[in-house]
């Protein structure tokens, strides 16, 4: 049976991914210092190794027993705390991806999905962005993102130089929510769905920055994507990669058409039963009317699709978020 190890497969994203292997009859191995994750996240039948991708004995213990790729997901996903420390950033994303590919090289693992960012695009001139919009992260987090995709190109041609095999393909994701099982949630206090589910618990307002920007409701629109389509599209690219089929060297993961701040609110208001009227405060800094990515080549190769609405999405995140306070 097929073995991928997935690290950081005990966060968020990182567990479903780990849970849709399973489903496809992969065995999976998870890498994870917890930091982030938590233990009660691996699926039943994944095998957990607790540590970092800095630690390369716990790395090489991960990557042992006939390994045939890496979902690589670990890192430090943090836009804005990134700003701040932009040195644990390159430290967590940077350095531990290059520690992830040499013990690869070493232990002869010859393919790997990269876990990217729509940060890297920063803050685009287009509506509608594809995969050959011009890449100006913002920020250290989408900077190391981006050189996580060179470091991927950079292996791949050295690898064409010695003669030996490498494949590799990056998912840039765009906002992910959702949840695809009760068990798994996202617990991130920096990631939109979360944040409002916490201010409503405790009884305040969320708010919306700026309701004057040229689009259908005066509020940004931005992509939401479900976690359990994300990881669809990793089980998708790795069968691809195992069956040696090519791939484009990066994808857009997002929904061609975007949901508003609004229509997020409302779909937030139907989940909980909570009746609300979001405020309005001031437009922040940079904030583009609209950001949407095409998805056309990810459709075409890893059968992406939006197989969820955004009330949906929405929904399954409060399931999650209940069941874990039942």
């Not at 997935?6 to 489903?23: D, K, M, S």
């Not at 994870?32 to 800095?54: C, I, M, N, T, Y």
């Not at 949630?185 to 990631?191: A, G, K, L, V, W």
Request: net charge negative.
């Amino acid at each position: 049976m097929t073995r991928w190890l997935v690290t950081g497969g005990a966060g968020y994203i990182g567990a479903h991914v780990a849970e849709a292997l399973l489903a496809s009859g992969r065995d999976v191995v998870v890498l994870d210092d917890l930091s982030s994750g938590h233990r009660a996240f691996v699926p039943d039948g994944a095998e957990l190794v607790e540590g970092s991708l800095l630690d390369r004995a716990a790395l090489d213990r991960a990557l042992a027993g006939d390994v045939a790729g890496v979902v690589h997901l670990a890192g430090y996903k943090y836009a804005g705390e990134s700003v701040r420390r932009p040195l644990h950033a390159y430290r967590q994303n940077v350095t531990a991806t290059v520690e992830l590919l040499e013990a690869m090289r070493d232990a002869d693992v010859r393919r790997i999905v990269f876990s990217s960012s729509a940060g890297v695009y920063g803050t685009p001139d287009v509506d509608r962005v594809t995969e050959s919009t011009a890449t100006a992260p913002e920020s250290p987090y989408g900077e190391t993102k981006l050189v996580g995709e060179w470091l991927l190109a950079d292996e791949r041609a050295a690898a064409a130089l010695e003669g030996r095999a490498f494949a590799s393909v990056a998912l840039r994701y765009f906002n992910v929510i959702g949840s695809g099982s009760d068990r798994i949630r996202d617990t991130s206090p920096h990631n939109l769905v979360p944040k409002v589910l916490a201010v409503l618990a405790e009884g305040r307002t969320p708010q919306i920055n700026g309701d004057d920007y040229p689009t259908p409701d005066g509020t940004n629109v931005r992509d939401y994507v479900h976690v359990a389509d994300v990881a669809l599209a990793h089980v998708a690219a790795a069968e691809r990669l195992e069956r040696g089929e090519p791939l484009e060297p990066v994808y857009n993961l997002g929904s061609g058409a975007g949901a508003s701040n609004l229509e997020l609110m409302r779909a937030i208001a139907a989940a909980t039963g909570i009746d609300f009227t979001p405020g309005i405060a001031p437009r922040r800094a940079g904030d583009p009317a609209s950001i949407v990515a095409d998805g056309t080549l990810a459709a075409r190769d890893l059968d992406w699709r939006m197989r969820h609405t955004i009330d949906a999405m929405v929904a399954s995140a409060w399931s999650a978020a209940q069941a874990a306070s039942a």
